[in-house]
């Protein structure tokens, strides 16, 4: 193993070399077995690729090159897996950013994926959001939730009273989008008055009067049915409201109905803040 140590030319012994102190190499260093390197309380190793970019570090196996570590723009690392020309794939820091490269260390836009059918990622977690199909601000998901929620079933001027067999209520989330699902079964209402109401809707509309709310997609009761019964909901604060039209008359407020046995099954869309 030929080499300078220092400014003069040596030949070190195969069989090994214990060097005391600091030792400078100008040129070729191969070392034939296992390399150890031992540092007590401070930097253990230094790589410098000087006066250009590029690899700073390469990684064989078997002689081929399977990976290394980049220098980028001067300040950048960029860590290459299986670099194959375009076949690789990387990473690349830059201004609080990783961004993705090729197997040459060139950042790409669009053109690899973060695992696959059989090698999945389990959880994500971002402080952020996440924009799909595109960079702008429509195209940025912040918020996904699901959850439950607790339908109550009164009266707009006098609550009455009210016993349940029993209640559920779900809810999605998707940005401001809200779908929400609820079953009232085998209730029994007294003493109620004024238009029907269904409060304890998990968030807020958006809108504040019922000339902007949103409309039930669907709603299936057996509450006092007539020859001719439209039927329709809208969100107002996280209240429910109801109106009906009656063998064709003007749409007006749903009136709550005191009764036995009533069955609400309803599925909605509405928009939140």
Do not use: C
């Not at 001027?157 to 809810?171: I, R």
């Amino acid at each position: 193993m030929a080499g300078y140590i220092g400014t003069k030319a040596v030949n070190l012994s195969t069989t090994g070399a214990d060097i005391a102190g600091d030792a400078d190499v100008s040129g070729a260093l191969d070392v034939g077995g296992g390399l150890t390197v031992d540092n007590d309380g401070s930097t253990v190793l230094t790589v410098d690729r000087a006066t250009s970019d590029g690899t700073i570090i390469d990684l064989q196996k078997s002689g081929s090159s399977v990976g290394n570590f980049q220098s980028r723009s001067g300040v950048v690392s960029t860590i290459v897996l299986n670099p194959a020309g375009t076949d690789g794939a990387g990473l690349t820091g830059g201004t609080d950013t990783v961004t993705p490269t090729n197997g040459l260390g060139t950042i790409t836009d669009g053109e690899l994926d973060l695992g696959f059918d059989n090698g999945k990622f389990r959880d994500l977690y971002l402080s952020g959001g996440v924009y799909l199909g595109g960079t702008g601000a429509a195209n940025k998901l912040d918020d996904y939730e699901e959850g439950t929620w607790t339908p109550v079933y009164r009266g707009g001027t006098t609550a009455g009273t009210a016993t349940v067999g029993s209640t559920e209520g779900f809810y999605t989330k998707i940005g401001n989008s809200v779908t929400i699902w609820l079953r009232i079964a085998n209730m029994t209402i007294s003493g109620a008055a004024g238009a029907t109401l269904i409060t304890g809707l998990p968030f807020t509309s958006s809108h504040g009067s019922a000339a902007y709310a949103s409309v039930a997609m669907a709603m299936t009761h057996n509450i006092d049915f007539a020859t001719d019964r439209n039927q329709s909901l809208y969100v107002v604060g996280t209240s429910l409201n109801g109106l009906e039209s009656i063998n064709g008359t003007t749409w007006a407020d749903w009136a709550v109905t005191n009764s036995s046995g009533i069955y609400i099954n309803i599925t909605m869309t509405y928009r939140t803040s």
